[in-house]
């Protein structure tokens, strides 16, 4: 058995996995506000690492004004989204919102292969690739950036959510919409910055898997590796999907390795995720840390 | 409401058997037997792409009337349903390559592809709304990794070849006779959905959507329901997968992505959740949509738009976005579909110089 290996593709995955916890919360943070399951996640970070490439590529802008006005851009983007697209939808059946949100991602995913094209581009060289080196492992530096920018990210989230006004009334738009209003909450408010705020730290990380990996279509793949994450960690719980991600990260990594290692099946690398799904949804649907769902009439 | 202003007067239903029947008047039994009649004569315009058209919306609108009685009827939401339909192709042609004739093989093909169903339906007897959603987006994955990966099954990458429908050894490999072909299914299959709106069981699902916890303290078993709309939405998605393939008499593994699911869900919202005819207006819809997106390309072609945009080369793209348009647009102003539209048209000429 190759520990070495093992032990880099899970660090690789810690790394990953971070990602994803960072897409999943703002996945959680739309369901959380506005009981909106939202399919189009990942074309959050696609446009948004899609924008980013284009101002710094077109405009040979800096990095950090062309990231600034992305983040500018996303806001809007988020903004528009929900008032134009999802507000209408405020009541109907689930499998309507579902479905609109499908809708959205179908459109995006082929407007943007349309603007840019199908193949991968890479972002201009912005930070010097160095190589660090961790008790024995080889990491590059954008990696650790990475792994930063998320961890900060994340401390963000639990500083909005725990200190700042905005945070908690959202946590209590969450908590009840009815009690909420008659605080002076505006809840339409909430949804609207719910949507905005999804939208900008998804494309931070979109810009993020941009500057390691180029920009491609494949980034709306993260979107849908949000479900195990979610599902893993609980649908309305912050703290289980950073959890959930980073499980999911590690594990698509260590099936990777099982598989080159010993099974030669292929491919599991994406598909393990989704035996997991299955999995946890028939012995425990409410995930690690979700509210169970107690149904009166 | 438009229902009720679409019965006649003098139509007095006097007992339940009136009241569930499927024509409810004379004159709506014959316009479907005529209209079944006069399809029948559509291989004589000779037109073979019409033809072609019209057979890809009959096995597409069978696929989409199993997802609309899970969907439409069941409350259930499915994301996998390309990944049945692909179970049902690739099931139909691996018998016939095992020597099983074809006319047995498509009936097989939606049992097996049932089977497969109930499998994943497992979870779904458990999960409801958003849940089975994920746990059907895990399965079009899971099964879509299977058919790459199942050489024995599929025939790898390479695809799997397989025969055209024959009958006492006349063979249907024209678009011609294979019409007459899917078009039975087609009655077969909806008027089966029809009836079974009408038994206990049909309403039984319906109650299941409405109000599932009132649904069981009547004494619904929820289980069992939620399972068996699973089964049948799988069963109608394999018979369509089957005629697909012994239409296109070759099944290729990358066929039945997520776009593909997407485009059943797009059929059903834009038929009408819940209506039976509507889940083929739909297919009609769905499959006219790149037509009308090629023509709308074409008169676009050499003008301004058309250089600015590079529309030509983005053809693929444009139509997926027609799509998820499509989708989108009907949610938000016709949530009840081309049907409720199309019952509403109707009514408006049913009385027509007076209708208010």
């Known amino acids: 058995m190759n520990w070495e290996l093992l032990f ?26 506005s009981q909106v399951v939202n399919f189009a996640q990942g074309e959050f970070l696609l446009v948004g690492a899609w924008a980013c490439w284009w101002l710094l590529t077109t405009f040979q ?39 609109v949100t499908i809708g959205l991602s179908i459109f995006f995913q082929a407007l943007m292969k349309w603007m840019f094209g199908v193949f991968a581009q890479p972002f201009p060289q912005i930070f010097a690739t160095e190589r660090v080196n961790i008790a024995g492992l080889e990491v590059q530096s954008v990696y650790l950036l990475s792994l930063a920018i998320s961890v900060l990210i994340m401390a963000g989230f639990g500083w909005f959510f725990t200190v700042s006004k905005h945070g908690l009334a959202m946590r209590a738009t969450a908590f009840d919409q009815q009690v909420a209003q008659s605080l002076g909450i505006s809840v339409r408010q909430v949804f609207a910055m719910s949507w905005a705020i999804s939208a900008v730290v998804s494309a931070v990380a979109g810009v993020v898997v941009g500057v390691v990996n180029g920009v491609s279509s494949a980034l709306s793949f993260y979107g849908i590796k949000v479900f195990p994450a979610v599902i893993l960690g609980g649908l309305d719980s912050v703290v289980g999907a950073v959890l959930g991600g980073l499980i999911v990260g590690v594990l698509e990594n260590v099936a990777h390795f099982f598989d080159s290692e010993f099974l030669n099946w292929g491919n599991m690398f994406q598909i393990a995720p989704f035996y997991v799904l299955i999995i946890i949804l028939m012995i425990k649907p409410y995930g690690l840390f979700g509210t169970k769902n107690i149904e009166r009439v | 409401m438009a229902g009720i202003a679409l019965t006649p007067s003098g139509d007095f239903r006097e007992s339940y058997r009136d009241d569930t029947t499927i024509f409810p008047t004379k004159v709506s039994r014959a ?48 994301i996998g349903h390309a990944a049945f339909f692909g179970v049902g192709a690739f099931s139909s042609a691996f ?89 039975a299914y087609v009655v077969v299959m909806f008027l089966f959905a029809a009836n079974l709106m009408r038994t206990r069981d049909g309403r039984a699902l319906v109650a299941v959507r409405d ?18 709309s699973f089964g049948i939405s799988s069963f109608y998605a394999g018979i369509g997968g089957a005629l697909y393939a012994h239409y296109l008499l070759f099944v290729s593994v990358e066929a039945f ?46 003008s301004a738009i058309d250089r600015a945009l590079g529309l030509a080369g983005a053809i693929s793209f444009i139509r997926e976005m027609a799509i998820g348009a499509a989708i989108v647009l009907f949610l938000i102003f016709e949530p009840d579909g081309l049907a409720h539209r199309w019952r509403q048209i109707k009514a408006y000429w049913k009385l027509y110089p007076f209708s208010h």
């Not at chain 1, 809007?76 to 109907?92: A, D, M, S, W, Y």
């Open chain 1, 61 to 99: 802008m800096p990095f950090f004004l062309g990231f600034l006005i992305t983040l500018a851009f996303m806001t809007i983007f988020g903004l528009v989204l929900q008032v134009v697209v999802l507000r209408p939808l405020i009541g109907e059946p689930v499998i309507s919102v579902i479905m």
């Open chain 2, 211 to 228: 109000h599932y916890l009132s649904a069981e303290m009547m004494g619904i078993n929820l289980t069992y329901y939620r399972t068996l």
């Open chain 1, 8 to 33: 880099q593709l899970t660090l690789n995955g810690l790394i990953v996995g971070a990602l994803y916890g960072v897409v999943a919360m703002s996945f959680v943070l739309i369901y959380k506000a």
């Open chain 2, 95 to 183: 018998l016939v390559d095992k020597g099983v004739p074809v006319f047995f093989s498509i009936p097989l093909a939606g049992l097996m592809t049932t089977a497969v169903g109930m499998v994943f339906g497992l979870p779904a007897a458990r999960l409801k709304g958003l849940y089975l959603a994920i746990a059907t987006l895990a399965a079009q994955f899971i099964i879509e990794d299977f058919f790459a990966r199942a050489r024995w099954f599929t025939g790898g990458v390479a695809g799997q070849v397989t025969k055209p429908f024959s009958l006492f050894g006349f063979s249907f490999d024209t678009n011609e006779t294979y019409f007459y072909v899917v078009l």
């Open chain 2, 257 to 302: 992505n997520i776009v593909f699911s997407i485009q059943f869900l797009a059929m059903i919202i834009i038929g009408g959740l819940g209506s039976v005819m509507g889940s083929m207006m739909g297919a009609v819809f769905m499959v006219l949509l790149p037509e009308v997106v090629q023509t709308a390309v074409d008169i676009l072609s050499g």
């Open chain 2, 31 to 78: 316009v479907a037997v005529g209209s079944v009649a006069l399809l029948c004569l559509a291989p004589l315009t000779g037109d073979r792409y019409l033809l072609s058209l019209m057979i890809q919306a009959g096995y597409l609108g069978i696929a989409a009337l199993g997802l609309n009685i899970l969907v439409g009827f069941t409350g259930q939401i499915s």
